[in-house]
């Protein structure tokens, strides 16, 4: 019991400096041109099994993340599978002030507040279902997550869902925003979101 309160203690640390972090500002919009010529600007390098499909790229993002305590996670092969303009943005109500706020991440920002955390805590994120709508190149998908210390955790200490926009330029999938909110006792997950559906 003393462990579960300790790892929510310290997600919950962690997730009250991010939100009280000041919002990034909104990149000004880009000049016109193709989807295909945007997404090819300075191009990260992505393993093709990361990126060719919807699959692949949903198993690559909870796989890089994930590691036991102490152990380096594989930074380039994540920074590969986000779009240059990417965002991650936390969510969810501050439980001192009460106020709900959104704090918008670049993946490099995401990186930097990650590693003092994965550097002391084991952390496994796994997906628990999913939900996909997709028209033209963009595809939004509701992906239920449970967050683990070890593999061999049975309970996680913590669930959530990761709301994804996706974009695929024809010939391979980029991350363009994970938006996402933590499970809380006065907001649990729906039960609808714990099996897959469309």
Known sequence: MKKIILALTICFFIFQTVMAQEPAKTPAPAAPATVAAQSAVAAPKADPADVSSLDGIMKAIYDVISGDAGTPRNWDRFRGLFHKDARMIPTGKNQKTGVVAANALTPEDYIKRVEPFFAKEGFYETEIARRVETYGHITHVFSTYASFHTKKDE????????????MYDGTRWWIVTIYWEGETADNPVPEKYLKNGN
């Open 155 to 166: 309970k996680p200490f913590m669930r959530g869902i990761n709301s994804f926009q996706l």
